[in-house]
């Protein structure tokens, strides 16, 4: 039994909801965003609570159909306050900088590794070694901000490296030096 399923995706006045099929469409003042629901779920918009209601036709379907009511409300939530993901460079002379569209990050390569952002996803650095990202979209913004920390992970000896901002690196000790008498 799905008990997240269960629940209906409540609409915020300031967002338009549209079902069409299997399609949902969520318009805000961030953006717009659309889904393709899975078969075995339906789909519908009650007008008169102004909720989107999910019903799955049989009882093995009960994991999709949480899923999928995560899914619509990440697009709700979206398309009203957005999403951001916060990621710190740690490590000397490792920074990060605007190069036109492109993100240039300079994290002890011989080169500067350059990411465009996807659609609708923001890049801003408020200093060199901090970037926000932010957008509608909570898995593209997800999804560049694992791609951004993949080209230089934290690593546990010094610590440098990309790492999310509230993200806790486990400090391992070095080799400790013994005399070998």
Do not use: C
Not at 46 to 74: C, F, P, Q, W, Y
Not at 97 to 123: C, D, F, K, N, W
Request: charged fraction near 25%; proline fraction near 7%; charge should be positive.
């Amino acid at each position: 039994m799905s008990r997240i399923g269960k629940q209906p995706v409540k609409i915020p006045a300031s967002v338009t909801a549209e079902v069409s099929g299997q399609t949902v469409r969520v318009k805000g003042p961030r953006g717009e965003l659309s889904m393709d629901v899975h078969p075995l779920i339906r789909v519908k918009l009650d007008k008169e609570t102004n909720a989107i209601v999910l019903t799955r036709s049989t009882d093995e379907t009960s994991a999709i159909h949480g899923t999928m009511r995560s899914l619509i409300d990440n697009m709700v939530v979206g398309v009203t306050e957005g999403y951001t993901r916060r990621l710190e460079i740690v490590g000397v002379g490792y920074q990060a900088q605007m190069r036109g569209p492109e993100l240039a990050l300079i994290v002890g390569y011989s080169h500067p590794v350059l990411m465009t952002p996807p659609a609708g996803v923001r890049v801003e650095l408020p200093n060199p070694t901090h970037i926000s990202i932010s957008g509608a979209d909570k898995q593209a913004v997800g999804e560049f901000a694992a791609r951004i920390r993949r080209t230089r992970p934290p690593e546990p000896y010094k610590g440098k490296g990309i790492k999310y901002q509230e993200e806790v690196i486990k400090r391992k000790a070095g080799k400790a030096f013994v005399s070998g008498e």
